[in-house]
Structures are given as C-alpha cells and as structure tokens.
C-alpha cells in the first residue's frame, strides 16, 4: 500500500552551502535547492532563506502534505536536542540554535539534526561505498573536516552527540590557528580552507615560481590548487603531498582507536584525485602500526556531490 506521505527532506547545511533534497522512499532526490550559508548575519535570516527555498519545492511535490518529515546534517548538529551548537564555520552559530525546533515551528513538521558528517556516513552505509560495513570511517573534507563514524554497526555519538570530531584531533603541536579556539587542527590543515592556507604560505616563503603565483594570494582557493597540480605545477604537487601526508598519518592514529575496515571520502577536496588520495595511501600506510596495516580500504565515497549528505540526511527522516 502506498504511503501517504511519500517524501522527506533532506538537509546537508554545509560552511559554503546550505543543500536541500526532498527524497523518495526509493532513495531517489526528488528536487534539490541550495542557498548560501554565510550570506547571512544571523540564524533567523538563514531560516527565513531556507524556508523560502524548500516552499517551492514543497508544492511542485503535491505541498506539505506529503512530506512525512525532515532530517538534517550540520556541523555540531547534537542528535540528542536538535541544536546546533558552538559552530565554528557557521557564523550565525556561535552559540546554541534551536535548529530542529525552528524548522518544526515554520513547516508543521518533525524535523531531526545529526552532525553533517554522521550524515554523510549513513549515506554512504545506506547507499554508497559502506553497503554492507559495519566498522568505517567517513571524513569530509569541505570547508573543515568533518568525521562519522560507525563501530560495530553503530554510529559513534557519545554521551553529548558530539562524539567523534575528528577534524579537531590536534595534528600539528602549537600549529594554525583554528576556528574552535585550539591550535594545530587536522582541519587547519586537511581541509579545502586549509589548502589555500598552505598555497599562501608557501608561495610567501619561497621564490619557487608557480601558476599561483598569477593570482592575488587573498583568492587562492583549493580548487586552484588542483588545476595547477594537473598542469605539472611543482608548488601545487608540493601542496598536495604536504596535505595528504598531514591526514594520512593523522588516520593512522584513528585506525589505533576503532580498526575501521575502511576510510570513505566525501567532498569538494576529494575530486582532486590521485594528487590527494596518492600520498593519503602512502603516508597512512607508513605510519599504521604493523598489526593494522593493509586492512583498511582508503576509498572516495560513490554517491555523487552532495547527495551522500542529503541521503544521510533523509534517512534520520525516515
């Protein structure tokens, strides 16, 4: 018998992008929306975007009605109270944000919150790469490094629901600053943000010439970086093995804690290819224990751009 509420949405709330899909049973997204996350000062103005966003959307699948419920994935989304909390990326999350509440309150629907990385792992379990895994480990490497992971069949929360953020592991003693108020974050360092990060330090202490060097250093963004390191850019090759060495060896510890049968990743910094993943593999493996090493598959997530998130996102929904 067919529901009578056929669709959920999902929400995959990112530092850059805010992505909305409303998702069938079959796993199918529907219809898709994104709004920009940091185009706005405070979480109401977000709100009242993203609402204005999901209404259309709402009424091409036949209005409200059909929506049986929402699930979303952000960064320091607490599973346990439908808050986000202490936000780093978000800038209109520096405190606690009744997020589950609010879009409750606007659409007349149950609205559910996960962290956008545990999320991103359901996708992938449900979906994706994990089908059939009940021990991994997705990192997300976007504008931070998000992480979820799934031991023994189960997602990691903890006693708080903010279990498992290993994008905040202290990767570099004394390191780059972080956006949490720590220093040395795998983050500063691993993720899209922090890429250019290392671009413009390195084109600020050496004279080596690069085709970044075309461009103002204040605008550098990884995905420059990886044009450049396909070009045969030596500066941009230099950049990449120094980021995927920094995480490969930061994952060797992880595996040291739950012994994952793989490493999935998901996002914008994975579609640099081999430039990233090569040296991930290398320095992982160099740094495993003996009595780890070869067992975890190091792999980039199968379901396309953001829909591992959004997907991960509608199955709390579900």
Not at 66 to 90: D, S, V
Not at 161 to 167: D, I, M, P, R, T
Not at 208 to 234: F, N
Request: charged letters at 25%; one cysteine or more; a negative charge.
């Amino acid at each position: 018998m067919a529901t009578e509420k056929p669709y959920v949405i999902g929400l995959d709330l990112g530092g850059t992008n805010s992505v909305f899909g409303i998702v069938d049973a079959n796993a199918k997204v529907v219809e898709i929306g994104k709004i920009k996350t940091g185009a706005y000062e405070t979480f109401e103005e977000w709100l009242d975007a993203s609402i204005a966003c999901l209404k259309p959307m709402i009424e091409r699948v036949g209005g409200i009605e059909k929506i049986k419920a929402m699930g979303a994935g952000a960064p320091n989304g607490n599973f346990y109270n439908g808050t986000i909390e202490f936000a780093p990326n978000l800038k209109w999350a520096k405190g606690v944000v009744p997020f589950a509440k609010a879009f409750e309150e606007k659409l007349g629907i149950p609205c559910f919150l996960s962290n956008d990385a545990n999320c991103a792992a359901l996708g992938e379990m449900k979906y994706g790469a994990a089908r059939g895994m009940k021990n991994f480990i997705v990192i997300t490497l976007g504008t931070g490094v998000g992480s979820g992971i799934v031991v023994n069949g189960e997602m990691v929360y903890g006693c708080d629901g903010f279990a498992g953020e290993l994008g905040h592991v202290i990767a570099e003693r004394d390191g780059r600053p972080c956006g949490c108020g720590f220093k040395g974050c795998l983050e500063t360092y691993c993720s899209a943000t922090g890429v250019a990060r290392t671009a413009r330090e390195i084109l600020a202490n050496t004279d080596e010439p690069s085709l970044l060097r075309e461009k103002d250093p204040a605008q550098i963004e990884s995905l420059d970086v990886s044009i450049a390191a396909g070009k045969g850019d030596k500066v941009a090759k230099e950049i990449f093995e120094f980021t995927g060495n920094m995480l490969g060896r930061t994952m060797a510890d992880f595996t040291k804690f739950s012994s994952p049968e793989a490493y999935i990743f998901f996002g914008g910094l994975t579609k640099a290819g081999d430039l990233i993943m090569d040296p991930i593999k290398k320095a992982y493996e160099e740094n495993c224990m003996p009595i780890f090493k070869g067992k975890a598959k190091i792999m980039v997530s199968e379901l396309p751009d953001a829909d591992a998130a959004v997907l991960g996102a509608s199955a709390l929904a579900w």
